[in-house]
């Protein structure tokens, strides 16, 4: 069967033909759409090294059929930098040394991005770790990436405020 | 992953008639279907994708007071709506206690109720399964069975239902409603899954092809929302199964239990209401003791199903933990670990 669907995707809208409706989103972004920032770590949703964001929402795209989400918006690490200028969240996983090997940094990132426009932790670190419990980092860097996230929360709020004022 | 056929029905009677198809299965999320298909566990022909179909997604205040929770309605989407979560804070807790962010940003409430258990053997096809494939055996009998049911087991099959969501839900009397071919139906969420008996490939008393639309809980659930907990002993901290949890919730009238409802979850095939227990509680004045006895009631069937003896005092004691937790009263604000009985409780004696 061939099988039509749009999706969005770091804000480009692309047409995209399957041809076999068994396609995840992750294989999608990485074996279609040649998006390889996104990791398959386990690939049964137990890692999360395939964190995207799907309309606002972090999700691991490893679980999620990419037929299904005709229509969504998607985004990924590729799509969160703005040209040269890191997103806050990179910048702060670089500052606080929040990875060694790197292989789970985009999902730790994206699931940081959704964790932030969550806005359900505030500043409690515990809050964080629990809320970050889906991404395993296999270095260890975990002291860094609770750090990397509540630094970028700060400086995101601070940047909004300042915006607003 | 098999090869299956893909059809993204417009209405709940399209999609009821797209799953008349023998081997048909339903698509929400995925989360639990396509890592059992990755594994060859499930090997459904057809896929009848909720996604398109509209009014399964709402959250709907009732006037009964109670609420109306569309199949396809998100774990988060409801565990943070700001008028269920006041309303019935222990689902609330339940729900952020499981799996993570990423993962209930994505599962649905019809999904949780029909999640497949997570018996290691169910999840091979290298072991012989009674519930993967009726007659095969069950190699989780003689092998690691730590984690397995303590209630209502039988010889075929001891694997537990791994909801948290499901054990509040049971405890204030949640209603499925489930549409068919034959029309709507309504059955109670007690009544919903199947004990596993000589048949434990049915999991519940839907029929092939009929979906759920929507959980219903009605308005005097509420009157426990000053005090409920839900408790989840985990063996890591957070993203992990429970070992066992419980639900617990008091009407407190003058200081005394007007009426508790207490269920427990990871110890059989079904979330795991204990009547015996609340009808203990009833008219007495919360306390240690009352608890202990309540638990004691609530355990008195109890049997081991393999390496597993200590989940049935573990059982008690999480039970006698929901209680006393749930007498202090229901916090402003869920803990930093939702269901943790590693959370600190100010104010709370937890060791007599």
């Known amino acids: ?165 | 992953m098999n090869r299956f056929d893909y059809v993204r029905p417009a209405t709940v009677a399209e999609a009821v008639a797209a799953a008349a198809q023998p081997g048909s299965a339903y698509l929400a999320a995925g989360t639990n279907l396509l890592d059992l298909m990755k594994g060859g566990v499930m090997r459904p022909a057809r896929l009848v994708d909720l996604a398109r179909v509209p009014g399964l997604d709402v959250i709907e205040a009732l006037p009964d007071g109670g609420v109306r929770i569309g199949a396809r309605v998100r774990n988060s989407d409801l565990a943070y709506d700001p008028g269920f979560a006041r309303r019935f804070p222990a689902v609330a807790e339940a729900l952020l206690s499981g799996a993570s962010a990423q993962l209930r940003n994505a599962a649905t409430v019809g999904g949780n109720l029909l999640q497949r258990t997570r018996c290691a053997y169910f999840y091979d096809p290298a072991s012989a399964c009674n519930k993967r494939e009726p007659g095969a055996g069950c190699d989780a009998r003689d092998g690691e069975n730590r984690l397995h049911a303590v209630l209502g087991w039988s010889e075929q099959c001891i694997a537990t239902h791994p909801s948290d969501f499901c054990v509040p839900l049971v405890a204030l009397g949640a209603v499925v409603e489930i549409e068919g071919k034959a029309g709507r139906r309504e059955v109670p969420l007690e009544e919903f899954h199947c004990l596993p008996g000589s048949t434990p490939e049915r999991e519940s008393v839907l029929a092939p092809g009929e979906l759920i639309v929507a959980v219903r809980l009605p308005g005097e659930a509420a009157s426990f929302a000053g005090h409920a907990r839900y408790v989840k002993l985990r063996e890591r901290t957070s993203y992990a199964f429970a070992v066992v949890s419980a639900a617990a919730g008091l009407r407190l009238v003058d200081g005394a239990i007007a009426e508790a409802r207490l269920a427990l979850g990871g110890v059989a095939a079904k979330p795991w209401r204990v009547p015996e227990a609340e009808a203990v509680l009833r008219g007495v004045r919360p306390g240690a003791e009352a608890f202990r006895r309540a638990a004691e009631a609530a355990l008195s069937e109890a049997q081991p199903s393999g390496d597993n003896a200590f989940k049935i005092e573990l059982a008690r004691r999480i039970l006698v933990r929901a209680l006393t937790l749930a007498a202090a009263g229901t916090p402003e604000r869920l803990p930093a670990l939702p269901a943790s009985p590693h959370a600190p409780h100010p104010g709370v004696s937890l060791h007599g």
């Open chain 1, 1 to 165: 069967m061939s099988l039509s669907i749009t999706l969005t995707v770091n804000a480009v809208p692309r047409t995209i033909a399957l041809d076999d409706p068994r396609v995840t989103l992750l294989d999608l972004l990485r074996e279609r759409l040649d998006l390889t920032g996104t990791k398959k770590g386990c690939d049964r949703g137990q890692c999360g090294a395939c964190t995207v964001l799907v309309d606002g929402r972090r999700v691991n795209s490893c679980l999620a059929l990419a037929a299904s989400l005709d229509g969504a918006e998607v985004l990924t690490i590729e799509g969160l930098a703005e040209g040269e200028v890191p997103h806050p969240v990179q910048a702060a996983f670089i500052e606080h040394d929040a990875f060694q090997c790197g292989f789970c940094t985009p999902g730790q990132i994206m699931s940081a991005v959704g964790l932030i426009r969550e806005a359900q932790a505030g500043d409690d670190p515990e809050r964080v770790r629990e809320a970050m419990s889906g991404n395993l980092c296999r270095c260890g860097a975990y002291k860094g990436i609770t750090e990397a996230v509540l630094e970028a929360q700060r400086r995101m709020v601070a940047n909004a405020e300042e915006k607003a004022a």
